[in-house]
């Protein structure tokens, strides 16, 4: 199975409007859980260079004992660096712990890992969205088998939109791209489910006897910022590219659009904002 990489400086880029986008009150169901829990057992599926452990640390209270699984070395030693320095930075008296475990998700046992390192939460951001439905099912399965609570967010959820100047093509393109999100990403088998994964994650947590909520968390790129021209370039670029794969007939009417919308973005007259949907799922008492 080949696997997919992603660019660490890509992940870095959207670290501010993920950090931005993300719901606050689904931070506070998961602190609120694991204070009941009297311990932080934390399990990061997909971390990447650590986005999410970033993120949840400051939310999430003393004793966090995190462990970060990602099939991709590189990514690992840069979160785990960087996560021991903000800890040491910024949280120095809390008795946090950061370990890193590389791994195929494929082959993800968390039954097996709970009887050696009992977790308490399992999180991911920005993974859903590639995984198939057999796999967020036996995620979900695996979640109530150790009765841990889940918050997943960053899920994409397809609704994106250029901001400002209104462009006859935008819908074909989104449609074309969240097609193409529907590629296999070699996580799980089949294909992804790219805009309905958070959907069909919510079904089945349900489905096994999880209490599931379920927010909005919008990136909001604001014309003019030149965050938004660095993300929103990348962005577009991979609008683009989806659009002229599924739709090689229209190649061209693709390629005047990529010009007029990166032309508009470059010169501050339209923003942008990218949907998600972020998920937090409890085990119902018993
Ligand atoms: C979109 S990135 C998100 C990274 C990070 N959670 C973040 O929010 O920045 C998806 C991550 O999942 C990892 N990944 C994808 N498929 C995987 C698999 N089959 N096994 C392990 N990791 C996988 C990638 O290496 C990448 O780090």
């Known amino acids: 199975m080949s696997e ?3 660019d660490s400086e890509w992940l870095t880029l959207r670290r501010r409007a993920d950090h931005q986008a993300r719901d606050t009150l689904l931070n506070e169901e998961a602190a609120y859980w694991l204070t009941q829990r009297h311990r932080s057992h934390i399990v990061d599926l997909g ?3 650590g986005n999410n452990a970033h993120y949840l640390i400051p939310w999430l209270g003393p004793q966090q004992h995190w ?4 099939h991709d070395a590189a990514l690992l030693k840069e979160a785990r660096r960087s996560l021991e320095e903000a800890i040491q930075s910024n949280h120095a008296s809390e008795g946090h712990g950061v370990e890193t ?20 939460l399992v999180t991911a951001s920005a993974l859903l969205d590639l995984a198939s439905a057999a ?22 959820n397809g609704h994106w939109s250029i901001t400002g100047i209104k462009d006859g093509l935008d819908e074909t393109v989104r449609q074309a791209f969240n097609t193409h999100q529907t590629k296999s990403k070699g996580l799980g088998h089949g294909p992804a489910l790219g805009p309905m994964a958070a959907f069909a994650a919510s079904d089945q947590f349900k489905r096994v006897g999880f209490e599931v909520q379920t927010r ?3 990136w909001q790129l604001l014309a003019g910022s030149a965050y938004t021209k660095a993300l929103g370039f990348q962005l577009i670029n ?21 010009v007029r919308r990166q032309t508009q973005l470059a010169s501050g007259q339209v923003g942008i904002e990218v949907g998600h949907t972020d998920l937090y799922a409890e085990p119902l008492a018993s």
């Open 47 to 49: 971390a990447g260079n």
């Open 4 to 6: 997919l990489l992603f």
């Open 216 to 218: 909005t968390s919008v």
């Open 67 to 70: 462990r970060l699984i990602d």
């Open 101 to 120: 475990g590389q791994m195929d998700l494929n082959t993800l046992d968390l039954p097996a890992l709970n009887q050696q390192w009992p977790i308490d």
């Open 135 to 156: 796999w967020i099912e036996r995620l979900a399965e695996q979640c109530h088998a150790i009765q841990a609570a889940a918050l997943f967010v960053l899920n994409v």
């Open 238 to 258: 991979g609008w683009h590219q989806a659009a002229c794969e599924m739709l090689p007939d229209q190649i061209h009417e693709f390629d005047v659009w990529f």
